[in-house]
């Protein structure tokens, strides 16, 4: 049986704003396995990137818990919480968030160096299909190639997830099939599990699961026995 890796109990987040709590998350429940591809689907506002935020470390709960590998990451210190970003976590933006002044190859090994189990930043660029272009400064890469540099660093760190948020919303329909089919076969061969949030509701037969959310609360969660490659999907 597959090992349970993401575990959502009852969590809620509140935003106050002046007079006014906004909220955000309301009693959210829901588990993700090990090695999964898990697409979280919503309208803009649903709360989608609030989970995420909270699954990544960089936001809090206000109440329930979450349980990552078995720990309690809601009860994290700020040191803890720091430390599990940089070492557990692997995150992708819509904007691809590269150091100018550093090549490829460079941004990758910078974020990754630092962590423990962290694998070969030539060889995750090679993975990636930018073998010829690692010694290319972000300005001279186009935006599919900039995103394939921001999955290399995420995936070099070797995390045990990673964190995807909207990371075609700045690409090209082609592209953005592109980056995403380099994802799905990422979660394939090493066997990672990948949580993407996007709003379009066309890919989710790519994933294994997909967790529906409707003004954060979760309004379905639909497991797709057979999954479908991006190559099949048309939008
Ligand atoms: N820092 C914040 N302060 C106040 N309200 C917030 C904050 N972050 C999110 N919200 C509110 O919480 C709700 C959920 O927002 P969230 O960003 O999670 O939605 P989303 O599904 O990711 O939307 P989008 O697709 O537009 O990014 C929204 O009503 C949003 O305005």
Same mark, same amino acid.
């Given at each position: ?11 809620? %987040? ?57 720990? =309690? ?42 962590? %423990? ?16 272009? %690692? ?18 660093? =995420? ?36 066997? %990672? ?8 509701? =066309? ?33």
């Amino acid at each position: 049986m597959k090992k349970k890796l993401i575990e959502f109990e009852n969590v809620t %987040k509140e935003y106050k704003m002046g007079d006014m709590t906004i909220k955000a998350l309301d009693g959210v429940d829901f588990s993700i396995y090990e090695g999964e591809l898990v697409v979280i689907l919503g309208a803009s506002g649903a709360g989608k990137s609030t989970i995420l935020n909270i699954l990544g470390g960089m936001d809090t709960v206000t109440s329930g818990e979450v349980f990552v590998n078995g720990n =309690a990451i809601t009860k994290y210190d700020e040191k803890k919480l720091t430390v599990f970003r940089a070492e557990d976590v692997g995150f992708v933006f819509q904007f691809y968030n590269l150091i100018p002044n550093l090549t490829a190859l460079e941004n990758v090994e910078f974020a990754s160096e630092v962590c %423990k189990n962290h694998l070969n930043a030539n060889e995750i660029l090679g993975e990636v299909g930018l073998d010829e272009r %690692k010694d290319n400064f972000p300005s001279q890469l186009s935006g599919g190639e900039q995103q394939r540099v921001a999955i290399a660093r =995420a995936v070099t760190k070797n995390p045990l997830l990673l964190l995807c948020d909207e990371p075609t919303g700045a690409l090209d329909y082609k592209t953005g099939k592109s980056v995403l089919k380099l994802l799905q076969d990422l979660n394939k061969e090493i066997q %990672k599990c990948i949580v993407l949030i996007t709003h379009n509701a =066309a890919i989710a037969p790519i994933a294994d699961r997909v967790i529906k959310v409707k003004s954060g609360k979760i309004e379905e969660v639909k497991t797709n026995d057979v999954t479908q490659s991006i190559e099949e999907i048309e939008w």
